[in-house]
């Protein structure tokens, strides 16, 4: 069989996914202007947010059941090859500074390691067997969560990682652009984001990446809220780990007490520069290693701990 002809399989699978759709509409588009071409692709990513809106009660499920995982110590793991994979750990790496997680709280695992990051690893995407080493080498337990990321739903690590999940006990997240995925069925929770066809034909990294974004901004922001990292809409566990969060840190201290500048300062020095424990002795009227205790006894979240000052204060 000649090498033409063992790739027809591969382009008849291609040929049926909306992610890469040619658009006849778009032939030309080489010849337009620069600020019309701005403007297509513009309009382009405007239909996004619509497409994330569709799902967003399977969204919302994915979210309730991993916050459930992560509250019995269990870790969110994505992994995806190629840009989906990037994204993840994207996603992971913004974690810690954040909202204060361990680097293995949040884990993004790419087909191929640390130089897919930057480089094009080749057959790592196409390889089951590497997703399940991936995974294994992380000790997986019941209480994990995996995200398989993969714009057209079909790549093999992404699947083979969700596949070797589920046989575990984890909790199993696929997240694509195409209906009917195989991805999407391999996990109990499957995320669909239908973008259509791009700009560029099979250029995944425009509206599906876009989609892929977002959706994963919601997983792990979201998740975070239902743990008790954030106080209203405030970071209350961002790390302060230079100057500029540093400075964040008392501006969100300032923005959930009023406090002046004074308190804030004794308060932060009392706590070991912890946010949350700093609001805690103001707004709860309670010494450093008090709030610590009551932040212990709740969780980490900050409002029933005040509660709990507020009623034995």
Partial sequence: ???????????????????????????????????????????????????????????????????????????LIYAGAGTAGRLGVLDASECPPTFNTAPTEVVGLIAGGQPAMVTSVEGAEDSKQLATEDLDALVLT????????????????????????????????????NADSALGAAAEHGIEIVVGPE??????????????????????????IRLGKTYGNLMVDVRSSNEKLRARSRRIVSLATGASDEEIEAALTATDGQVKNAI??????????????????????????????????
Avoid: W
């Avoid at 890469?20 to 010849?31: K, M, N």
């Avoid at 994330?52 to 399977?58: C, E, F, G, M, T």
């Fill in 1 to 75: 069989m000649t090498p033409a002809a063992d790739h027809v399989p591969l382009r008849a699978q291609l040929d049926t996914l909306t992610t890469e759709a040619f658009r006849s509409d778009l032939a030309d588009i080489d010849r337009l202007p620069t600020l019309e071409i701005a403007k297509i692709m513009n309009g382009e990513d405007a239909t996004v947010p619509t497409a994330v809106a569709s799902r967003l009660p399977q969204i919302a499920a994915a979210i309730d059941a991993t916050a459930a995982r992560m509250s019995r110590g269990g870790r």
């Fill in 142 to 177: 019941e209480a994990d969560t995996v995200v398989g990321i993969s714009a057209s739903g079909r790549t093999p690590y992404a699947i083979g990682a969700v596949e070797h999940a589920r046989a575990r006990g984890a909790l199993t997240i696929g997240l694509s652009c």
């Fill in 199 to 224: 700009l560029l034909t099979g250029s995944t990294r425009l509206k599906a990446g876009t989609a892929q974004k977002l959706v994963l901004n919601m997983l792990s922001t979201i998740t975070m």
């Fill in 280 to 313: 805690l002795t103001i707004l709860g009227g309670v010494d450093g290693p008090t709030a610590s205790a009551l932040l212990t006894d709740s969780h980490g979240h900050l409002r029933a701990a005040l509660d709990t000052a507020r009623k034995t204060g």
